[in-house]
């Protein structure tokens, strides 16, 4: 059949094969996922059914574009907390952090466009970009957020319609960008006329020290889209985030919505209304931190046990990642190829998480959805096999 051209590139391609490989019986560090035995089950349940019962039928009915309002009212407390200038009719419900990506790509990137993205980056955000052919600009990370001087090399040089970031537990290096890499950042922006689409949705997860403002916080402008999620909160199954952006952007990416899905599912929002109603969120934040928390420690207790001199990885204070970088050299998706999966063990490749995929020699480890002692077995067999492999 013919497809469309545009869904000829896929950032995707290669990383089926591996989750594939990542079946039952292996001690996955790949997947990203929530672990689900944190989802507060029972008082979503009754969420549910109790938003069912009382309403009238207008839950079943159509509704709006922005989604549910007393919703939208308490998303709107919550930032403004967080320190965003917001009201509720500054912020549409939508899809998971996974549909405002989309629909900023679809409002502002014609085929060839510039995008400026980190490297390594999140998959899914590229295999969203994908679509829209545009041209991709890495910038490299420091252990401080994206490399500052580089994004300004660019800007000088290429045209760039948006820059792509995820400043708080970045996905995949478990990074957060400093206050001073937030404030330029904006600045550059505001001087070479870029939108900044700020992905959040880590941002409540942290286990330790202070967070710092969402880039959104220094916005004067109207050109920062900021996404947030309640996938890692709450669970993902609801899919269910927002966004917030200035009223040019926000009119339009409103529209784009419309003309993709009409609106977010009028029964999700209202039950997860309810949800935040007879619960206390922040609570439940506190309890599936804490559990992320010991899993991240366990995770580096483990790395400093076992593996090899020469291999370094980051020790982030939130998120569900951490990145391992190997010596020059080394080929991350070979090992995990050849050595990995067949000893029942796994990660995300480096190369997989940029669209230049010229990164060989680090891998994304995740432990958000791995027993402890998994973790420990599995950190063990994973340095054993790189201990070998550097070794050879
Ligand atoms: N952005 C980032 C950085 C993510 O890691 C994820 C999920 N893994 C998403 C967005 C998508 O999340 P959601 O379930 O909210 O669509």
Same mark, same amino acid.
């Given at each position: ?7 000829k590139?896929?950032?995707? *391609?290669?990383?089926? !094969?591996?989750?594939?490989? +990542?079946?039952?019986?292996? =001690? ?9 035995q944190? /989802? ?9 059914? *109790? ?5 009238? *039928? ?6 709006s574009? #922005? ?19 917001v009201?509720?009719? +500054? ?29 390594? $980056? @999140? %998959? ?11 041209? @991709? ?16 090399k ?14 708080? /537990? ?17 600045? %550059? ?20 020290g !202070?967070? #710092? ?6 916005? $004067? ?7 947030? *999620?309640?996938?890692k =909160? ?9 966004? $917030? ?36 969120l ?24 076992? %593996? ?12 569900? /990642? ?11 998706? !070979?090992?995990?190829k050849?050595?990995? =999966? ?29 027993? !402890? ?5 599995g ?5 054993? #096999?790189?201990?070998?492999? #550097?070794?050879?």
């Open positions: 059949m013919k497809l469309a051209n545009r869904t590139k896929t950032s995707n *391609s290669g990383l089926d !094969e591996i989750f594939a490989a +990542s079946g039952p019986g292996v =001690i996955s560090f790949a997947g990203g996922y929530p672990d689900q944190l /989802f507060p089950k029972q008082e979503l349940e009754k969420a549910f059914s *109790s938003s069912f019962q009382s309403s009238n *039928s207008n839950l079943l009915q159509y509704n574009s #922005l989604g549910y309002l007393p919703l939208r009212d308490k998303l709107a407390q919550r930032l403004q907390d967080d320190g965003i200038v009201n509720a009719d +500054s912020i549409m419900l939508t899809q998971g952090a996974q549909q405002g990506i989309d629909l900023a790509a679809r409002l502002l990137l014609d085929k060839g466009d510039g995008i400026v993205v980190e490297a390594p $980056t @999140y %998959l899914g955000a590229l295999a969203a970009f994908d679509v829209y052919e545009p041209t @991709y600009y890495e910038v490299s990370m420091d252990n401080d957020g994206m490399n500052i001087e580089a994004l300004r660019v800007l000088m040089s290429h045209q760039v319609k948006m820059i792509y970031t995820v400043p708080d /537990f970045q996905n995949p290096t478990g990074t957060v960008m400093s206050l001073e890499k937030r404030k330029a950042l904006i600045k %550059l922006a505001n001087d070479y006329d870029v939108v900044i689409l700020e992905d959040g949705p880590y941002r409540n997860l942290r286990y330790k !202070e967070s #710092l403002p969402p880039i959104k916080h220094f916005d $004067t402008q109207g050109r920062v889209i900021f996404l947030g *999620s309640f996938s =909160i709450l669970a993902p199954g609801l899919r269910l985030g927002w966004l $917030t952006a200035g009223p040019e952007l926000f009119s339009g990416l409103v529209a784009l919505k419309g003309g993709s899905d009409v609106e977010s599912s009028n029964l999700t929002m209202a039950s997860v209304n309810v949800y935040l109603e007879e619960n206390d922040d609570e439940h934040i506190a309890t599936v931190r804490s559990t992320y928390k010991r899993r991240k420690d366990v995770m580096i207790e483990s790395l400093q046990h076992f %593996l090899p001199s020469g291999v370094s990885y980051t020790n982030p204070d939130g998120g569900f /990642f951490l990145w391992l970088t190997m010596p020059a050299g080394f080929d991350s998706t !070979e090992f995990l050849n050595n990995l =999966i067949p000893n029942k063990v796994s990660f995300v490749p480096s190369a997989n998480l940029m669209p230049s995929k010229k990164l060989k020699n680090a891998a994304r480890l995740s432990f958000s959805n791995v027993s !402890e002692e998994d973790i420990r077995s950190i063990q067999t994973m340095s054993q #096999l790189l201990s070998a492999k #550097l070794i050879s």
